[in-house]
Structures are given as C-alpha cells and as structure tokens.
C-alpha cells in the first residue's frame, strides 16, 4: 500500500493468513496490525474540468484587497506584506487532507491554476492521481491559502504553487491513514516542498483497541508522530492542526501533533483568545503544545459551488492559515532557512516570553517577523 525510506517500512494489505509468512520473512523485524483495509468508497475517478470564466462577483463595501478574508488576515498581520509584493511567490506548499472536491473548476482556484501553480500530486488512499474528489474538507482548507478573487476574498497565499495529496480515508478511522500521511510528507520532501500543511490528527478509531492513549503523545510512539519528527528536520515547515477536542473528556492534542519540531497549531477566534474547542498540550513528556496559533474560528472560506462563501471553525482552517502566512513571509526572505523562518515568527508571536498550553508561544504578528529579517528598510531623507 505504502512504503516509508524514512522508517525502512511498508504498509501491505494482506489478509490474517498471510501474516505468519510476512513475519517469518528474513528482513522483516516485525509486523503490526494497523487496520482493516476499507474499500473505497469514492465515486468512480474523473479527470479534471475545464474551467468556465466568470463574467464579476460581489465585493462588500470597505472590503479593500482582501475583501471578507480582510479580518482573519489581518489577525497575522498580513497586509503590509501583501502591499509589499509578498504572497508566496516561489514557495511550495504541499496540502494533506482528505480530498479536494471542485477545486478544479471553482473561480476562487482560478488564478493559482492558470498561471501553473496548482497540481494534482497523489491520492495515496486509492493509489491513484484523483484528489478533486473525496471532501471539501480541503477545498475549505486550500481556499484560505490559495484562493484569489481579489476584493472579494484573497488567501493568505495567493502566489505560492500548491500540491494536492489525499491522504486521509473518509470512509473510516485506523492508523492506517498515518502511514498515508507519512508516504505524503516523503512525497512533498522528495518534490522539494518548502512547506506542509495537514489539517489531520488521530486518536481514536472505530477499531478501539488501536486507539491512542494520552501517554503515547511522545512524538516518539505513533506511526505518523514518528514520522512527522523526521519530516520536520528535513528543511521543510511542518504544520499540523491540534485537534478540536478541547471541549472534550480527551481535551489533549492529536497524533502527528505531538512530534517534536512540527508545529502544532491552535484555534483562536478573532479577538485572538484561544477557541473553545481548540486542543491542549502539554505532551506527557513535558513540551509546550500546540506551538503556535492562528485564526480557526468562523473563519471565510469558499463554498462547494461558483462564488459562494462558507464559515468554518476547527483548527483545520487555523494551520493552513498560518501556512499561509508563513508562505508569504518566506517568499519575502527565499534565502532564509526554515529554522530562520520561524525563529523569527516564534519571536513575533504574543506570548513569546511566557507560552503555554492552551496557545502556545501565542498569534505571531508575521509583518514584526518579516521586520526583524531584514524586510523592510525606512527611508532615510538624505541618505
């Protein structure tokens, strides 16, 4: 099904009599059982649409540039950048999630695939190239990054060139789904993607004897932990969404977001407090998750048909939100590593001197970020 370099392993559908014969295989050191295997249950795969043009679409009044992402971009600080050339140009972002329903034909897509920024990568769910198919669960999450109709809505992001893995199984929860996602981040790390987003996490699963018990969030234990810790010393920005449990009995965050290195993103709403459902850390070992936070709740992104808008909350809209402005920020500096990038958005964000579990080191202020690396020289009169 899969393979990892990054953990010399292999996810293999095989039925309980073929387990003895994997296990007595001379290179093999151990066999794990991780799920029954699903079938899919996706419609048939179709190819990608013609995009239809759009003759205009409404722009709210006072709306500026960003028109209604106006209030959840400002939250980072984003518009001088913006103003300033900024929005990603030159940075790859690889987007993990279960499906990308429409984003072949809907207008807020139009711009970042005509000038050749917008591809298909794999759906390692089906084993195939179909990901405009599954959910728009990442239609919603790509929109607040990719999206483009200006004065209308404008993502955070809007010139960074995007990949589209489907790696999340719709039809069920298993553990199995965290080898996909490890096989997604080796893809993006061997295409040479600056970042990750995946707007995923894992707990529990219909099969509850695999269920994740909170002393396992060590970043050192569960398949896809282990593997985002690896992801994250490869050069690449690896953000994850906490989790939405924080209203929950399990109020903790989720797996890959306990790996050391991945930044775990929280929700705050748009007074910058923490939201309520927005998951907590720490991780039994002691570290501060999640690491950063970003806007997640009612958060604008695109609807499922033409121009329409949708309101969404989870965690999954804060992460790409910061990847976002993360992209656009690195687009700014492209000589900078990503341990630069982000010690300078670790120092910009608003709990920097005193972070904790429910935000971490806190929103960071991406145009302070963008100031102390050097973006932005004032003009001296005479000099």
């Not at 007595?24 to 795969?45: E, Q, S, T």
Request: with cysteine; glycine share 12%; aromatic share 10%.
């Amino acid at each position: 099904h899969t393979t990892s370099r990054w953990l010399n392993a292999a996810t293999v559908l095989a039925d309980s009599a073929s387990v003895a014969p994997l296990r007595n295989l001379p290179f093999v050191k151990a066999v794990k059982y991780i799920g029954r295997h699903i079938p899919a249950k996706n419609p048939p795969n179709r190819r990608a649409k013609k995009r239809t043009p759009i003759n205009g679409y409404p722009k709210p009044e006072g709306g500026g540039k960003f028109g209604y992402t106006g209030l959840q971009n400002s939250l980072l600080n984003l518009q001088p950048l913006h103003l300033a050339g900024h929005r990603g140009d030159g940075i790859w972002v690889a987007v993990m999630d279960g499906g990308f329903t429409n984003v072949d034909t809907l207008p807020f897509f139009d711009s970042v695939a005509l000038k050749g920024r917008l591809f298909p990568g794999w759906d390692f769910v089906e084993r195939d190239g179909a990901v405009y198919e599954g959910a728009q669960h990442g239609t919603s999450v790509l929109s607040v990054m990719a999206g483009n109709l200006p004065g209308y809505f404008v993502g955070a992001a809007p010139d960074a060139t995007y990949f589209l893995l489907k790696t999340e199984d719709t039809a069920g929860e298993y553990p199995v789904e965290e080898a996909n996602w490890i096989a997604g981040a080796e893809w993006a790390d061997s295409i040479g993607a600056n970042i990750i987003n995946a707007s995923l996490g894992y707990t529990h699963f219909n099969d509850t004897s695999l269920n994740h018990n909170y002393l396992r969030l060590d970043g050192r234990t569960a398949i896809a932990s282990r593997g985002a810790a690896i992801a994250a010393t490869k050069g690449m920005i690896v953000c994850n969404s906490a989790g939405n449990e924080g209203n929950d009995a399990w109020h903790y965050i989720g797996v890959p977001a306990d790996a050391p290195g991945l930044i775990a993103v929280g929700a705050v709403d748009f007074d910058g407090l923490r939201a309520a459902f927005s998951s907590f850390g720490p991780t039994p070992d002691g570290r501060i998750k999640p690491d950063l936070v970003a806007p997640g709740e009612q958060v604008v992104t695109a609807g499922g048909l033409g121009t329409q808008l949708g309101l969404s909350s989870g965690t999954s809209l804060a992460s790409p939100m910061l990847v976002g402005g993360l992209a656009a920020l690195w687009s700014a500096h492209p000589e900078k590593t990503a341990a630069e990038i982000l010690d300078a958005v670790f120092a910009a964000a608003d709990q920097a001197e005193k972070p904790d579990n429910e935000r971490g080191y806190g929103l960071p202020n991406l145009t302070t970020a963008w100031l102390d690396l050097g973006g932005f020289v004032p003009y001296a009169p005479g000099g």
